[in-house]
């Protein structure tokens, strides 16, 4: 994709590596932005939930925006998590990340104080009138004040520097209505989808892309699934969907997150390093237990080696068995009837 073009394709939500102290690993992050561009990721975006964005201080988070973009060097392009505390210092992330050659922000809707719809139309209105930057709204009403369709309309109507939508409620309906409305008015408009559980039919309603953790973890998976749904290649594409669910789910739903996914991250041969959020002695028990079933997972799609112990087998799935199954079933309705 050009660097000033059209967002498509899967960009990262990246982990920041963390020292021994605790502190920004430069060299980890640095490799670390390497290895998803050579594995295919399409873009990068720091400063997002995965990248616990809240955890670090503004001059972490732009730290790490300078360094994943001198690092990436324009390779692929940077879609950087510019939320801030409130509007005039989200205006001056914005700044800082135009000078550094970012090609757009993303920025969550208002949290801690749930706005109506025309208290997120306003602040998003406010930012894109003084933003120098290509803006990406974001939504998550899991977290923050949730964007309608008739808002993103309105905005993406009044406000050209406003391009894109990135949604992670992972609601297809919700999807689809927002294209249907803002597609006719924005042809450039650019809508990515944040849950990758639905990645494939988010892209065939209409998605351009998605913001998706498991690509920082199997960025193989991701690109390729992204690839052959793209093509058409729907058979292929369903069995790489269902595939790469059981690591999403483990990796999202098995810890806090986004601890998951640091975990995937270590196996893939990173030092993430401990999260910033502290673990009782429960909770490193059971990501030790997750990171064996995350590994058996990425063994099952040859990327590691199976965790000493070994795995357990999943019995196949016999078709005809299934067939018969239904059909006795369906005999049995059907005499009661």
Wanted: with cysteine; net charge negative; hydrophobic share 40%.
């Amino acid at each position: 994709m050009d660097s000033r073009g059209r967002l498509q394709g899967i960009f990262t939500p990246n982990i920041v590596p963390l020292d021994a102290r605790g502190e920004i690993h430069e060299e980890e992050l640095r490799r670390y932005v390497d290895w998803l561009i050579d594995h295919g990721v399409h873009g990068l975006y720091p400063n997002g939930s995965t990248g616990e964005f809240t955890r670090f201080t503004p001059e972490e988070r732009r730290r790490t925006i300078e360094i994943m973009a001198d690092q990436a060097a324009g390779r692929v392009p940077i879609l950087a998590g510019a939320a801030e505390a409130n509007v005039r210092e989200t205006v001056s992330a914005c700044e800082y990340y135009y000078e550094l050659g970012v090609r757009a922000v993303a920025i969550v809707s208002p949290f801690y104080y749930r706005l109506t719809s025309e208290g997120v139309y306003a602040y998003f209105k406010e930012i894109a009138d003084r933003s120098p930057i290509d803006i990406t709204l974001y939504n998550i009403p899991l977290f923050a004040s949730p964007i309608d369709v008739p808002t993103v309309k309105r905005l993406a109507a009044e406000c050209p520097r406003i391009i894109a939508i990135k949604d992670s409620s992972g609601d297809l309906p919700h999807m689809m209505r927002m294209i249907a409305e803002v597609r006719p008015i924005r042809p450039d408009f650019s809508f990515l989808t944040g849950w990758d559980a639905a990645l494939m039919p988010m892209l065939l309603i209409g998605c351009d892309g998605g913001t998706n953790a498991t690509s920082g973890v199997v960025p193989e998976i991701t690109r390729k699934l992204y690839d052959l749904t793209v093509a058409g290649r729907i058979d292929e594409a369903r069995d790489l969907q269902y595939r790469l669910l059981p690591l999403f789910d483990s990796m999202l739903y098995s810890a806090e997150f986004p601890e998951g996914f640091r975990a995937g991250m270590k196996l893939r041969g990173f030092a993430p390093g401990k999260g910033r959020q502290p673990q009782s002695d429960v909770q490193q028990l059971a990501l030790a237990k997750l990171a064996d079933q995350i590994q058996c997972l990425l063994a099952a799609e040859g990327f590691v080696s199976a965790p000493v112990g070994g795995c357990a087998t999943r019995p196949a799935v016999d078709a005809n068995q299934v067939a018969r199954i239904v059909r006795q079933v369906m005999s049995e309705l059907q005499g009661r009837s």
